[in-house]
């Protein structure tokens, strides 16, 4: 049982150098979400999916778009790295239910030099 | 102003003993649910309890229990018994009602168990 997989585990990217990061999960869940955390400050929301063809912004998107590929995958794009990006990546689901928990994928490590 | 406020950026407890990590929301929506993790040295996420806003009794899982006092917005999460293996970074978050019901985290409190 898998989960929700993340890929690649760690990168260091150049400014302006592009990526995506991959994450698929296997629960069937409706809702995915991308957060990224940053010494001090938590999680934080860049962008969520709250069902497969649907996608909205999170609290800090700018310089990330977005694509949920079907109910499975959902793929965050970095098209110009800047250093204010290095950060860990974490991408999660979950079911509909109303206390229903966020299930994390292990996360991305990011620098940008 | 900050939804989740997580006032204890280090705390340190001796094995065996009981600890609480503070947490304060602020919302004016009167369904919400509250949610702790727990953040290892190895970087995973991992769900601990949760309390919904309509619950008359504070949730509890295993050692840990959620001390809820929804007059003071306050969602305090209570670890008995700490063992060397609760030593970890742990975040109290916020789902409020809404179209996609993301979570809002805290800061984190970085707990270290004492041997």
């Known amino acids: 049982n898998a989960g929700v997989t993340q890929t690649p585990k760690f990168q260091v990217l150049k400014t302006g150098q592009s990526m995506t990061l991959q994450c698929a999960q296997d629960?069937?869940?409706?809702?995915m979400y991308w957060y990224r955390q940053d010494p001090g400050m938590g999680l934080r929301l860049i962008y969520y999916?709250?069902?497969?063809?649907?996608?909205d912004k999170g609290e800090v998107p700018n310089g990330y778009n977005v694509s949920r590929l079907n109910k499975r995958e959902f793929s965050l794009r970095l098209e110009s790295a800047a250093p204010s990006q290095t950060s860990v990546y974490f991408c999660?689901?979950?079911?509909?239910?109303?206390?229903?928990?966020?299930?994390f994928g292990n996360g991305t490590r990011l620098t940008v030099t | 102003a900050q939804k989740i406020t997580q006032t204890q950026p280090g705390m340190f407890v001796q094995e065996k003993e009981a600890v609480t990590l503070d947490c304060t929301y602020d919302?004016?929506?009167?369904?919400?649910?509250l949610f702790w993790y727990k953040q290892p040295s190895s970087g995973e996420m991992i769900f601990l309890i949760y309390?919904?806003?309509?619950?008359?009794q504070n949730a509890t899982e295993g050692r840990y229990s959620l001390n809820f006092q929804k007059a003071r917005k306050s969602a305090n999460l209570v670890i008995s018994a700490s063992q060397l293996g609760d030593s970890a970074m742990y975040f109290c978050a916020m789902r409020e009602s809404g179209s996609a019901r993301q979570l809002t985290f805290g800061s984190g409190t970085q707990l270290t168990v004492l041997p």
């Open positions: 919302t004016s929506d009167p369904s919400y649910g």
């Open positions: 999660a689901s979950r079911s509909g239910g109303v206390n229903s928990p966020l299930h």
């Open positions: 629960m069937n869940h409706n809702s």
């Open positions: 309390q919904g806003s309509y619950d008359q």
């Open positions: 999916s709250a069902s497969e063809g649907t996608t």
